[in-house]
């Protein structure tokens, strides 16, 4: 599977994850946390493709080195049976054919493992490609991983600010539709009140007061009329 086709799959599963994130978006921070999780198993699900990249290619080049393992050694068969029909052909014409048919067996299987080195080639070559390119691939997944956490962050520290402000805000606010000083005037004028409903029966038992004083003075008064009449009317 190619880089790009692998790497794009995980880029849609990534959006997709994203929008269904910001189409139930309720708390900020929730929704930034929760972007964070799933980019972070957006990039192990990459490294995993990776990984498997990786040992794809390690095959294809253990693969080729044995078929460039096995080509020598065949090579070298071929080498010592054309050697040993060449060594006994002047004493046995037989033998050295035997032998020669071995090496042309021996040429053939050589053959056939370097066609084996010459298809692997290309494959390890597309397959190192891919895997590099998957490599930068996640690299920058990651960079962009940091900077999500370092935005959310970012973003998570304003909307504490702005909501401490707000809160700072609303008390000003309640503040000043109920000022204290309302009710310091009410209680003031309550008080007033009672001074005054307190002196009014200070003076009424005031009023009360002076005048048994002036009935008493009144009435002392006709005392002394009546007791200086009788005096009168008795010649003193």
């Known amino acids: 599977m190619a880089a790009q086709s692998i790497l794009g799959r995980i880029t849609q599963m990534a959006r997709a994850n994203i929008h269904a994130i910001l189409d139930d978006v309720e708390d900020p921070q929730q929704m930034l946390d929760q972007m964070v999780r799933d980019y972070t198993a957006n990039i192990g699900e990459a490294e995993n493709a990776v990984a498997q990249t990786i040992a794809n290619l390690r095959l294809l080049e253990a693969d080729s080195a044995e078929a460039t393992k096995n080509a020598a050694e065949w090579q070298t068969k071929a080498q010592a049976a054309s050697a040993k029909a060449d060594k006994v052909r002047a004493a046995n014409p037989a033998d050295a054919d ?113 005048a048994q004083f002036e009935e008493l003075s009144a009435s002392s008064r006709d005392q002394e009329i009546e007791s200086r009449l009788a005096a009168m009317k008795s010649g003193r």
């Not at 590099?132 to 973003?155: A, H, I, N, P, S």
């Open 98 to 210: 035997k032998f020669d048919n071995l090496a042309r067996i021996a040429i053939g299987k050589q053959i056939a493992y370097e066609n084996d080195v010459k298809s692997f080639g290309p494959m390890i070559a597309e397959q190192t490609q891919v895997t590099d390119q998957l490599k930068q691939g996640v690299m920058q997944m990651r960079g962009k991983l940091d900077e999500l956490r370092r935005k959310r962050d970012e973003l998570v520290g304003r909307a504490k600010v702005t909501e401490a402000r707000g809160r700072v805000q609303a008390s000003v606010n309640s503040i000043n539709t109920l000022d204290p000083t309302t009710e310091i005037s009410r209680f003031e004028e309550m008080v007033r009140r009672e001074e005054a409903r307190l002196k009014g029966h200070e003076e009424l038992q005031a009023s009360s007061l002076d």
